[in-house]
């Protein structure tokens, strides 16, 4: 009897991708809304087949830590715990950044560091999805001290660009700057999507979920495993 495939997925990153809410005393990752609309369009597209891979969507976010203090080096030893492990991923969401702005770091030198971790993700054999940094309550969109958050999103956005297919893999952003902004004029959907000044309610979380999943459904290639 041969065992089930696995299509796995990593989701790398800080409090964000952890699900961080409610003061931190509860998480709710977005990889459980997206692995739900994965599972739910494999089943589709091997029409209920038991022969449907396991699908297996990882959330290894933690709270606080800084791309270049941290985080590079966390994604280095995850990618090779993994293929020490034979598990290879198909897709690796990176979100990272917005604790470095914090400290003052320079946005070209978190992207320098961001970009470490995309050329890892592709020497792993993974297509990459990264993601812009979100703004927060702390300061107004149009703040000129908001200027370092625009630029690195720029640099994020372009290196999506530009990198869209890159040595066969796929490159994807998810604005997230875009898709969830604090400063709405909605003040109902912003209490449903916000849970403080930074992070997001389960429903924000599931949002973001949901963008992952719009932007690469296409690209999954459920059979191709």
Same mark, same amino acid.
């Given at each position: 009897m041969t065992s089930q495939k696995v299509y796995r997925i990593l989701a790398f990153g800080d409090s964000l991708t952890e699900g961080f809410h409610f003061a931190g005393f509860r998480f709710h990752p977005y990889t459980l809304k997206l692995a739900e609309l994965i599972r739910n369009h494999c089943e589709w597209t091997y029409d209920g087949s038991p022969d449907r891979p396991e699908i297996e969507v990882k959330a290894c976010g933690r709270s606080h830590e800084c791309v270049l203090t941290g985080m590079i080096d966390r994604f280095r030893k995850t990618l090779s715990t993994a293929a020490e492990e034979g598990h290879y991923y198909r897709w690796i969401i990176i979100l990272g950044g917005i604790q470095d702005l914090a400290f003052g770091a320079n946005p070209e030198t978190i992207f320098n560091g961001l970009k470490q971790m995309y050329q890892m993700a592709y020497e792993h054999g993974a297509n990459l999805v990264i993601m812009t940094i979100n703004e927060t309550g702390r300061l107004k969109t149009n703040d000129p001290r908001d200027v370092d958050r625009h630029a690195l999103n720029t640099l994020i956005k372009k290196y999506a660009w530009e990198n869209h297919y890159a040595g066969g893999r796929r490159t994807f952003c998810v604005d997230i700057n875009e898709a969830i902004p604090w400063h709405r004029g &909605?003040?109902?959907?912003?209490?449903?999507?916000?849970? &403080? @000044?930074? @992070?997001l309610t389960p429903k924000g979380y599931d949002l973001i979920g949901t963008c992952i999943f719009q932007a690469i459904v296409e690209h999954l290639n459920l059979k191709d495993i």
């Open positions: &909605d003040l109902d959907e912003k209490k449903k999507l916000w849970d &403080d @000044h930074m @992070h």
